[in-house]
């Protein structure tokens, strides 16, 4: 288990680094898409002020109010070639609005995703933390129920060598008494012996 846990740490640390990235990337790409969005709503506000332009050269122009009809005409098309390139540049940031919004959600999706995976490795950290303390616990149990067994094995030893010690003292006692009594047997049956030759002795003597 421990030999396990630097490869969890390190994989969650690069989950929050991706995540750090994600989240910045999807910061940048929320300015990006406000500048975007700033940047249409000026256009749309100077398309405007070139139609109203541009309408009041046509109508200057078709009440003959306009002294100089080509200068004019000339005027009316610049304004109409501008509002068309603005137009496409319009066209351009809204498509690119679009995108950068889709990159948003795609972005947001990812995040969640990356919380989730996080959650989820907390759960594992906190339930191997549970089960660490447990096996701690179980660990210093075992050394407690060991140091135990070695006292009560110094103990048996002990009492073994102090009876191996009063059995050697029987024995020897024993071997004492056996020698003893095999002297006392010999004598006896010495003793015996003269009482029988008296006896036959005697027997003799008076069969005469």
Sequence with gaps: MSADEPDWRQSIVNRLRERSRNESRGKEIILQNNRLIDQASQLTEDNLKLHVENEKLRTALSTGGGKDATGAQLAIAALEKKLLAQQEELT??????????????????????????????????????????????????????????????????????????????????????QDENRCLLDRFMRYKSKDADKLNEENENFLR
């Design 92 to 177: 351009e940031l809204h498509k690119r609005k679009g995108e950068n919004s889709q990159m948003i959600v795609d972005l947001s999706l990812i995040v969640e995703q990356q919380k989730k995976l996080i959650a989820e490795k907390d759960k594992i950290i906190a339930e191997q933390k549970t089960a660490n303390i447990s096996l701690r616990a179980e660990v210093d149990m075992l050394k407690s129920s060991l140091e135990q067994l070695k006292k009560l094995n110094a103990t048996l030893l002990d009492e073994h060598t102090a009876l191996k010690l009063s059995f050697s003292s029987l024995e020897e006692k024993l071997r004492g008494v």
